[in-house]
């Protein structure tokens, strides 16, 4: 069952991170995530969660819509992300980036989840 059976989300399925209006995300430098290199911008943050446990970060070129308004047309990137569990329940989801030499890492906390994509800045 995914994430206690809430709503209709479903193994592979693209679904917003966050809540309502879609998440953004901003970079002053490009950014490289393993072979993917993601240029300087403001990008739409969506997750797919694929049934074997991994995930993918999904970087959308389109912005300023709600967060159920997806178009798999304006994807730039879809970033492989490492799962891990966390010790303790996470029931507001967490979205942070965490500094770590020349790059870091974005991380999605929620549930009993935790997935990291490793980047660096340009």
Not at 95 to 107: D, N, R, T, Y
Request: no cysteine.
């Amino acid at each position: 069952m995914l994430f206690n059976g809430l709503g209709d989300m479903k193994w592979g399925m693209v679904w917003r991170t966050g809540a309502n209006e879609a998440t953004h995300f901003t970079t002053s430098k490009p950014l490289q995530f393993g072979a993917t290199l993601v240029p300087a911008g403001t990008y739409t943050l969506f997750t797919k969660i694929v049934e074997n446990g991994k995930w993918e970060l999904v970087v959308n070129k389109q912005t300023k819509q709600w967060g159920t308004d997806y178009d798999e047309k304006q994807d730039l990137a879809r970033i492989p992300m490492t799962v891990t569990s966390n010790n303790a329940v996470v029931e507001k989801m967490e979205i942070m980036v965490k500094p770590a030499g020349k790059g870091g890492e974005l991380i999605v906390a929620w549930d009993n989840y935790k997935a990291v994509a490793v980047f660096t800045a340009k």
